[in-house]
């Protein structure tokens, strides 16, 4: 595994590799990795030539009061995790790097920037879409990974992705969960073991939501019931919401398309986020055969 901290060092190895025709895979990561970022990893691995796993931090994406000075950093477990997952390439770059003095353009998304995530987190998404958008163009992948945990995420990044015709399949790879059904997350290091056990109560409800979608139940204010219960018990619910999985506008009615339910949550200082799709046999049929 190559690790490089500069566009050009970056350009410079993978220019021979395109030039053969290797296919190129990307997973962009805040670093602090687990194994939900692990999979995305061999997910590319499987299917590309070469993967390239970049960190970075990137500031614009965090808002003034939220934890971009000390959101956690472990370089050297990060870059035995990308080893051991088959990365091919390492990308560290320093924030200069990516924005240069002068900076000053951006990648507005629209309307799927503003509910769930985006009415809390104003300017969020337009720190995500242009970095990821910058970073497309530094690495030139063939496909790029992205995790369901993100779920709001990898529907704007979609969408940037059409509508600016970038030539990159985006993939989006099921949430990695503990066993006990903690979505993982760098931000559960933030919890301790009271917080841990509070945290669990958003995976709880949201899988017990999808399992009584999968024993029938299709109404949207059942659905959201049975996730809210046991949630009570979590400090502060940022939003709790079933909505269309490609729209993202709530579900009015029986869930007769892929609806995804997610949530977001304070626990103690720590925001977490989680989500399940529930998607109709009807609609899973239909998804395979397309
Ligand atoms: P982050 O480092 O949090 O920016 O995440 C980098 C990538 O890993 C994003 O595409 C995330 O959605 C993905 N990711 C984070 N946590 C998980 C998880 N538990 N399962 C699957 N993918 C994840």
Do not use: W
């Not at 018990?233 to 079933?242: H, R």
């Amino acid at each position: 595994m190559r690790v490089v901290r500069t566009i050009a060092d970056l350009r410079a190895l993978l220019r021979p590799l395109r030039e053969e025709g290797k296919r190129i895979g990307f997973v962009p990561t805040m670093g602090f990795l687990h194994d939900g970022h692990a999979t995305l990893i061999r997910q590319s691995a499987a299917r590309c030539d070469a993967t390239v796993v970049s960190i970075f931090v990137n500031p614009t994406q965090f808002g003034l009061s939220e934890d971009l000075a000390s959101y956690p950093r472990d370089l050297e477990r990060d870059q035995n995790i990308c080893l051991e997952a088959d990365a091919s390439v390492l990308f560290l770059p320093e924030a200069a790097e990516i924005y240069p003095t002068g900076f000053q353009t951006h990648i507005e998304p629209g309307r799927l920037a503003d509910p769930l995530c985006g009415r809390f987190r104003p300017g969020h998404f337009r720190g995500v879409a242009t970095v990821v958008a910058k970073l497309f163009n530094m690495v030139q992948p063939d496909l790029a990974f992205f995790g369901q945990k993100d779920f709001q995420q990898t529907v704007v990044i979609r969408r940037m992705a059409r509508d600016l015709n970038l030539p990159v399949d985006v993939v989006v790879v099921p949430t990695v969960r503990e066993a006990d059904g903690l979505a993982l997350s760098s931000r559960n290091t933030y919890l301790d073991e009271d917080a841990r056990r509070r945290a669990l109560l958003l995976s709880e409800g949201l899988l017990a939501a999808k399992a009584a979608f999968e024993a029938g139940e299709r109404l949207g204010t059942r659905l959201l019931e049975i996730a809210r219960a046991p949630m009570a018990g979590v400090d502060s619910i940022q939003y709790l919401e079933l909505v269309d999985s490609q729209s993202l506008e709530p579900i009015q009615g029986p869930v007769d398309r892929t609806a995804a339910l997610c949530v977001a949550a304070y626990v103690g200082s720590t925001r977490l986020i989680d989500n399940v799709l529930l998607t109709p046999p009807v609609a899973a049929a239909a998804g395979s055969q397309a």
